[in-house]
């Protein structure tokens, strides 16, 4: 019974390290939106454009050019 209760504790502070991990990975994240923003140089922000349509005229799929 000592070995379970060993392992669950184990696993429980795996499952919170791993959560907090993802919570500050979450709150420390710069959105692309501010990235582009903070970019001066036009250039950068046209290449990080699409290059095709986001939806195509049928509203249900893209095609593939190529």
């Known amino acids: 019974m ?5 392992m669950l504790r ?3 502070a795996a499952c919170l ?3 907090a991990l993802i919570l500050g990975a979450m709150l420390n994240a710069t959105p692309s939106a501010a990235q582009l923003a903070a970019a001066s ?3 950068t922000i046209l290449l990080a454009a ?8 049928d509203g249900v799929i893209c095609p593939r050019h190529g």
């Open 2 to 6: 000592q070995f379970e209760t060993w």
């Open 10 to 12: 184990g696993l429980f």
């Open 17 to 19: 390290a791993v959560c």
């Open 41 to 43: 140089r036009l250039g």
């Open 50 to 57: 699409p290059t095709s349509c986001a939806l195509a005229q």
